[in-house]
């Protein structure tokens, strides 16, 4: 058989070449078929399942409640005349309380009172003839201590009061500090409800998890999101 040239030889070598690779890119692997659906796990009847569903009930009852409170509290902060209303009751509790410790107030007056009921029995004690002189004199000293004690009590009540008048007055100017305060204490409420709702969400779903698996209530082992 006569040799082929050598220039007819480089083109069909260069042909084979393209055919095998051609052949190898075309044969890609089987792709993997699909892992088959699972079976749910039956719930697994126990001794304290009967306990345990009653006790789960008990529980679905808690978890509405939390999300009742959540609702209200969510509601009550949406009304625009909720947070006008608790800042003017504030306002008056203050107002109520300034006039009560400032001077010549209802708290003055009535450590003023304190001294001068004591201070009377003292001069009573001191002039009653009732009583034979040593007993006279017993008296009087018991009411003297009581005397001195209570102008001591009414002289802290007065350094006191003056203070808290001051800085009663200092809040009461303070209106938009006041409000913010308000508002923080209505978005903490939020947050506290927010968190009751996770915390029963979290007992219900460990309490469904345990009943399907028949596993006493309050037992923790696993993780409780299911």
Known sequence: ????????????????LLTASSMALSQKPAPTPPAPPTTPAQPVISDDSVDDFSDLNR?????REKIGKVRDVV???????????????????????????????????LGKAAVDFVNKRLADAEQD?????????????????IAT?????????????KDLAEK????QSKADFVDQMEKLKQARAVLDAIGDL????????GRIRDLLQGKPSGDTGDDPNM
């Open 1 to 16: 058989m006569p040799t082929l040239p050598k220039t007819a030889r480089l083109p069909l070598a260069a042909l084979l």
């Open 59 to 63: 529980n679905l009852a808690n978890l």
């Open 75 to 109: 509601a009550k902060n949406e009304d625009p005349n909720v947070p006008a209303n608790q800042r003017e009751q504030f306002q008056h509790s203050v107002a109520q309380l300034l006039a009560s410790f400032a001077d010549d107030g209802e708290v003055a007056k």
């Open 129 to 145: 003839t009732n009583f034979p002189p040593d007993q006279r004199t017993a008296l009087a000293t018991r009411w003297r201590r």
């Open 149 to 161: 004690q209570t102008e001591t009590a009414v002289a802290s009540l007065e350094t006191t009061r």
């Open 168 to 171: 009663l007055k200092l809040l």
């Open 198 to 205: 996770s915390d029963q969400r979290q007992t219900v779903t």
